[in-house]
């Protein structure tokens, strides 16, 4: 039997599209359209530091070990997401997940594990005062009445959701 092309995503392809997705909601990209600064992992606003900016294990490297957290504390692994915003006046991180999907998969099991990434992270964070909030970023796909119920969990878990970019009302940002 001949194998067919994928031409919709999954498997080989998930990453490609992920991929593709992550860099066109890239968080950094966000906050220099609407005029902060970012230099290196750091947020500026009006020349002040206002918070970081932390793609996957950056989060560790530049945040939580310097400030003296060791994830094996608290956590029984290492949770690296897609960003997160370390917004110090606030004293809030937010966790930002990224799902992009064009095809039924995997993405729809692992949604509803908001609420257990956000405890894990509030694990992590509450040492140093801080709040966590667990954002995901869909594609339009997500928009398919068929994730209603999905949806509704993740607003009843205390965990947020926007469709195709990082709105900075969202982290506590004007």
């Given amino acids: 039997m ?7 995503g999954g498997g080989a392809k998930t990453n490609a599209n992920g991929l593709h997705f ?3 909601t890239r968080l950094a990209d966000a906050l220099t359209d609407a005029g902060y600064g970012v230099l290196g992992h ?3 606003k009006d020349g002040q530091e206002i918070g970081m900016c932390l793609p ?5 490297t530049y945040f939580l070990v310097p400030h003296g957290i060791d994830y094996k504390e608290f956590n029984s692994k290492e949770w690296h997401p897609d960003e997160v915003f370390v917004n110090y006046e606030r004293k809030t991180a937010y966790i930002i997940e990224k799902k992009f999907q064009n095809c039924a998969g995997s993405v729809d099991e692992k949604l509803p594990g908001c609420h257990f990434k ?3 992270y509030e694990k992590l964070f509450a040492p140093l005062g801080y ?9 339009d796909w997500f928009k398919n009445p ?7 969990y993740i607003s009843d878990m205390g965990c947020y959701y926007f469709y195709n970019e990082i709105p900075l009302f969202a982290l506590g940002l004007s």
């Fill in 56 to 60: 996957q294990k950056s989060l560790y």
């Fill in 2 to 8: 001949t194998r067919q092309p994928n031409r919709f």
């Fill in 42 to 44: 750091k947020v500026f």
């Fill in 118 to 120: 956000k405890w894990e």
């Fill in 146 to 152: 068929k994730y209603e119920d999905i949806l509704q």
């Fill in 22 to 24: 992550e860099q066109m």
């Fill in 131 to 139: 709040q966590v909030e667990f954002i995901y970023i869909f594609n």
